[in-house]
């Protein structure tokens, strides 16, 4: 079987770099993926790792430890409207990918 | 191009009823899923599909059906509907079972009394 886990709030302040964690057991693993959820949206594509390091993608950058079975999402310069859920999701390869149960980030002023 | 249309997005359902969720996407993509999402759960899987005539049980199968016919349309259908299936369901598409993007469709809001 998968499992994830993340935390399950973080909050930031406007203009500042908050990184969410992730870490994994998984029985198969082709990659890591990221997602983000405004409230009342659908989940929508951020990034994939399926090699180890880092993939920046403008603001985003999403690192990839496949020996240590963790990742993080690096959010730069945040914005009020990166105010959403992430959630990280494992790609065991023979099933759909396994979610976990997402991380709430609050952007305050 | 409208990716994945689900329909309906809201519906209300007394316990016992059946119905269906539509899926439809217009990607030519192979592989489609169904979630459901609850509160402080994330996504767990319910049924997927890596062509069509073919498709598989996820985590929380137990009382839905899917059938896949077409490669355009992955319908999910509630049996006998019952309040522990009030959720919010999203269909997911991709071009085949190696990638780790999924695009899903808006969500389904079903709430079962």
């Known amino acids: 079987g998968q499992s994830l886990e993340q935390p399950s709030e973080v909050t930031a302040v406007e203009g500042a770099i908050v990184q969410i964690n992730c870490t994994y057991q998984t029985s198969g693993f082709y990659g890591l993926s990221w997602y983000q959820q405004h409230d009342g949206g659908a989940p929508t594509f951020l990034s994939y790792?399926?090699?180890?390091g880092l993939e920046e993608t403008g603001r985003f950058s999403s690192f990839l430890s496949r020996s240590d079975s963790y990742g993080y999402l690096l959010l730069q310069e945040l914005q009020m409207k990166d105010s959403a859920s992430y959630f990280c999701?494992?790609?065991?390869?023979?099933?759909?990918?396994?979610f976990g149960k997402g991380t709430r980030l609050s952007v305050i002023a | 191009n409208a990716g994945v249309t689900q329909t309906p997005k809201f519906q209300v359902l007394k316990t016992g009823q059946s119905m269906t969720l539509q899926c439809a996407q217009d990607m030519n993509h192979e592989y489609m899923s169904w979630y459901r999402q609850d509160p402080g759960m994330g996504l767990r899987l319910i049924h997927y599909?890596?062509?069509?005539?073919?498709?598989d049980q996820g985590e929380v199968p137990n009382g839905y059906n899917v059938s896949r016919s077409t490669t355009e349309d992955f319908p999910l259908r509630l049996l006998s509907a019952a309040p522990s299936q009030t959720s919010v369901y999203f269909c997911a598409s991709s071009p085949d079972s190696a990638t780790g993007e999924l695009f899903f469709g808006e969500g389904s809001r079903l709430t079962v009394l």
């Open positions: 999701a494992v790609h065991p390869g023979n099933t759909p990918l396994v």
């Open positions: 599909s890596v062509g069509a005539g073919i498709t």
């Open positions: 790792n399926a090699l180890d």
